[in-house]
């Protein structure tokens, strides 16, 4: 069982910057293909970046350039650090991690595109706003 928790959320404003973290456990994390999705008010969660256990990444066309995805095996933590942050950014951010192995990154998803994801953390929400 994978368990993951988000922090680092807040409200900024626009060209801010905020880091996201999710700390996993329960499972070998550097195996691992974990990605940030998000759920804006009234639209369906998407994914954001993704980076697998090879540290391939993958972001989502709307975020290259400003946010960057990593993570380190010795915290078993996962990081989103978000630059020139704008008011479409405004979302829940969740943690998802994924036990296949080998699947890679596209995209901003493990995998494909709308890939679905074993399991999730709670969220942290991130509002840009003047």
């Known amino acids: 069982q994978v368990q993951l928790m988000e922090s680092g959320g807040g409200s900024v404003q626009p060209g801010g910057s905020l880091r996201l973290s999710c700390a996993a456990s329960g499972y070998t994390f550097s195996n691992l293909c974990m990605g940030w999705w998000r759920q804006a008010p009234g639209k369906e969660r998407e994914g954001v970046a993704a980076?697998?256990?090879?540290?391939?990444?993958s972001y989502v066309d709307s975020v290259k350039g400003r946010f960057t995805i990593s993570k380190d095996n010795a915290d078993n933590t996962l990081y989103l650090q978000m630059n020139s942050l704008k008011p479409e950014d405004t979302a829940m951010y969740y943690c998802?991690?994924?036990?296949?192995?080998?699947?890679?990154?596209?995209?901003?998803?493990?995998?494909?595109?709308?890939?679905?994801?074993?399991?999730w953390g709670k969220g942290t929400l991130v509002t840009i706003s003047s």
């Open positions: 998802a991690a994924d036990l296949a192995l080998g699947i890679g990154v596209s995209g901003g998803y493990c995998y494909k595109e709308g890939y679905d994801m074993d399991y």
């Open positions: 980076i697998d256990g090879d540290g391939n990444t």
